[in-house]
């Protein structure tokens, strides 16, 4: 063990730890992550992963951010659950746009057990491509999280979103704890987690400080762990906050150094830079890069909102030496 991993190995989810690792001068807290990072991942490699709304909006939950939720008057049209047939096609284009992983996420507060049938067939036919599978669709209960993992789903995305303390900012209709225990279930049914937040919803350093100590003080750290800067969406709460006070958005350094700490906190997770990158510079997703981040959502669409195209993804990474899915 050199000097640096024996710094790293004595840190600890603590929250005085976390925050000290916060206050390091910015460089040397980068530096500390990429050597975690090279110590646990292949090095210059991203993978990437593309994202489909099998079912988009309409949704039960008030989450304070969501373009989705029947809550706010954002403008968006509701669509009923896409056929398994136009899945698989999406997810085909996807493979052949060079995409590893394909995650599919409904905005439901929980999927009714009558559209299991339909998710199990697009979770075989898509894993059947070739590629590795992740749903998002809300609360699961203990059978629902099993049999979406005997159809062969490897991962499922449910967000702790922020810290316990901000969380009744940003939702009301289901609570931290509803979502641990649906983690508990993913978990219990043998699949991988997918777990992470958004960033800038007005929260403090305190509240990112105890968002990545949730994190990484679950009963396993998440394999995956998605990092999103608010996507600020006219008519929702949070959307509109941002609009009021611009100077609420998340800063960009303070971003890179929430990465960083993940980074360190969680040395083996896949760290996901997911909404929000639309709006950085090259230079700041580089900074991210190199802070740990090693997987991206790539292709023009996250769920609602608009994404980085394969294009200008194929430019930065010739531009940065990076490899795709290595
Ligand atoms: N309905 C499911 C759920 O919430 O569990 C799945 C879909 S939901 C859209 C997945 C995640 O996307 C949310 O937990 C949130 O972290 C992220 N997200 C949604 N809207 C966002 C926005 N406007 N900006 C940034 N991230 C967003
Ligand atoms: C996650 O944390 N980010 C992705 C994924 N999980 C499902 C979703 C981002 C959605 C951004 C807003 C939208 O496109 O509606
Ligand atoms: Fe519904 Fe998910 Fe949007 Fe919340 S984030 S309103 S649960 S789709």
Known sequence: MNEMTAIIAQVTPDKAEIARLFDLPFLDLVARAHAVHVEHHPRNAVQLSTLLSIKTG????DCGYCSQSAHHKSGLKAEKLMTADAVVAAAQAARDAG???FCMGAAWREPKDRDMPALLDMVRRVKALGLETCMTLGMLTDGQAESLAEAGLDYYNHNIDTSP?????VITTRSFQDRLDTLDRVRAAGMAVCCGGILGMGESREDRIGFLHALAMLPAPPESVPLNALVPI???????MLADTPMARIDEIEFV???AVA???MPASMIRLSAGRESMSDSSQALCFMAGVNSIFTGDRLLTTGNNGADADALLFARLGLMANP
């Open 58 to 61: 309409g949704c039960a939950e």
């Open 99 to 101: 995409s590893g992983r």
């Open 165 to 169: 303390d901000h969380y009744d900012q």
């Open 234 to 240: 006219a008519g929702t709460p949070l959307g509109d």
């Open 257 to 259: 150094r929430t990465v």
């Open 263 to 265: 980074r360190i906190l």
